[in-house]
């Protein structure tokens, strides 16, 4: 049992406050960024559907509202309560994974999806929000020196391996990884040793050929095909060869909005989800790509900036892992489309089409608002 002890010395910080302070002290400069990013993915699915709002631009632009509305509300829950919910929500997460391996659709040869209430979810992105929440809140109540015992990083690291072992068995490695990433960053942020993890680096980099040969064989190509696009141009490489050629065609100011060839001539490949940046590069040029990426580092700073601001160790470990997750969701989409990794399937948040994407980042973006809000608040854990 998980109990919250508030310092009585601190009476002001600690006490709470109305609902009207609670959202002027919402960082309003993020939620302009997050809205500045949204307003992009429109205008670039508005693009991808040569010109008109259907089926992509007025779908993202309704889910997108949606989660905006609900990221303000739970910026105003006290993040004490959210901490408190932590590892229910992480269970509820792991039944979530587990349901879509039993009753999910299956696409293009992975079962990564679900209906719920008829609604379509994809679990392993809520599964990131819910696992960031589990590990701060075991790190929460540990100090340096138990952060170094091994027994105690026991349960963390299976909390972290069962979820990436689903998500691997749907299949989805980008996603696997990508979570495997966030529960290490986070764990470093509560104090393990660095060197325990360049250890486990150096054992998956030696056991690679091992990996490399159990991998299935659409991935085994996306990593040939990674090393050699133009073996087979019309092919495995047809994606990323499109890509560039889109990148490069957009120059320094851009074709125009609705005039990228490659776009409107259909080229591109899942230029809605996947590829959407090379779109936007494509006509609005290098300009139009400096200020997307402008948006994308203010909104991974601000997450940042706010870990260092906020005085209470699980508050800190969350904007952490949630900042972690949105700057990984960018880095590998943006090094995806330019070739510089193996094609996978992760999109851009805000701006690539999809609506499980969307919920989930808005509903970490919230709780992201909560421990800004909330940041002066200080609780301990006492018992468990």
């Given amino acids: 049992m998980i109990s919250y002890a508030i310092d009585a010395h ?7 406050f109305g609902l009207v302070r609670k959202f002027l002290r919402i960082n309003w400069l993020f939620v302009l960024c997050v809205c500045a990013l949204a307003g992009v993915g429109y205008a670039a699915l508005y693009s991808a559907a040569g010109g008109a709002t259907d089926p992509y631009a007025n779908s993202q632009l309704t889910r997108f509202l949606s ?23 992480y269970l509820v997460g792991i039944l979530l994974l587990l349901a879509v391996a039993k009753f999910g659709h ?41 952060a170094g015992n091994i027994f105690f990083l ?42 325990k993890f ?13 990996i490399f040969d159990h991998l299935l064989d659409y991935q085994r190509a996306r990593i040939i095909t990674f090393m050699n696009p133009g073996a087979d141009p019309l092919g495995a490489g047809y994606n990323i060869i499109q890509s560039k050629i889109a990148l490069g065609a957009g120059g320094f100011s851009g074709q125009g909005f609705l005039h990228g060839t490659q776009n409107q001539l259909n080229f591109l490949p899942e230029k809605q989800t996947d590829f959407v940046f090379t779109i936007i590069a494509e006509e609005f040029g290098f300009i139009g790509s400096m200020f997307v990426l402008g948006l994308l580092f ?16 699980y508050g800190r470990l969350v904007a952490l892992g949630l900042g972690m997750n949105f700057f990984l969701y960018c880095a590998v989409n943006l090094s995806m489309v330019m070739g510089l990794i193996p094609v996978g399937g992760v999109p851009i948040p805000l701006v690539s089409y999809g609506g499980s994407a969307v919920t989930a980042v808005m509903l970490g973006f919230g709780v992201l608002m909560s421990v800004h809000v909330h940041r002066d608040v200080e609780f301990q854990v006492e018992e468990f």
């Fill in 10 to 16: 601190r009476p002001f910080r600690d006490r709470s």
């Fill in 298 to 313: 203010a909104i991974s700073a601000i997450a940042l900036y706010t870990a260092l601001r906020c005085n209470n160790q």
């Fill in 67 to 89: 989660g905006l509305l609900l990221m303000i509300a739970i910026a105003l829950v006290d993040i004490r309560f959210i901490a408190k919910l932590s590892w229910p929500s």
């Fill in 106 to 146: 299956t696409g293009l040869g992975a079962k990564r999806w679900m209906s719920v209430g008829g609604v379509e979810i994809q679990p392993s992105e809520l599964m990131k929000l819910f696992l960031i929440l589990a590990i701060a809140a075991w790190f929460q109540r540990s100090s340096y020196q138990r």
């Fill in 154 to 195: 026991v349960p963390p690291i299976l909390a972290i391996l069962l979820p990436v072992a689903l998500i691997l068995k749907e299949p989805n490695l980008g996603t696997a990884v990508i979570t495997a990433i966030i529960g290490a960053t986070v764990m470093l942020g509560g104090g393990v040793r660095w060197w």
């Fill in 198 to 210: 360049a250890l486990v680096i150096a054992v998956i980099a030696i056991a690679t050929p091992l």
